[in-house]
Nanobody
Framework: QVQLVESGGGSVQAGGSLRLSCAAS????????MGWFRQAPGKEREFVARIRWSDSSTYYGASVKGRFTISRDDAKNTVYLQMNSLKPEDTAVYYCAANSGLLVSTSQMYDYWGQGTQVTVSS
């Protein structure tokens, strides 16, 4: 079983930055893929970014590419999402997720989820 706990959300003005953290505990294997998703009110859950634990290979959603960076810290078993140049449309609840090794961007293919952290960007 894997437990994920997000932190780092908050309110920021447009153009600002935030860094989200996802602390993982339980049986995390090097093959695991960690993802970030977000969901705004009235909208479907959207893929943001993913990273493979073994080699840190990354992939980003089109709406955040070039502004967000996903990374991991082995020693802390933590995945980060650095968000720069934030826009009001980035406002959402951000979720950390994990699967056992699938390089996918579909939320249904992720088995473990955190509780989410709110990010609000004002104009």
């Amino acid at each position: 079983q894997v437990q994920l706990v997000e932190s780092g959300g908050g309110s920021v003005q447009a153009g600002g930055s935030l860094r989200l953290s996802c602390a993982a505990s339980g049986r995390i294997f090097s093959s695991y893929v960690m993802g970030w998703f977000r969901q705004a009110p009235g909208k479907e859950r959207e893929f943001v970014a993913r990273i493979r634990w073994s080699d840190s290979s990354t992939y980003y959603g089109a709406s955040v590419k070039g502004r967000f960076t996903i990374s991991r810290d082995d020693a802390k078993n933590t995945v980060y999402l650095q968000m720069n140049s934030l826009k009001p449309e980035d406002t959402a609840v951000y979720y950390c997720a994990a699967n056992s090794g699938l390089l996918v961007s579909t939320s249904q293919m992720y088995d473990y989820w955190g509780q989410g952290t709110q990010v609000t960007v004002s104009s």
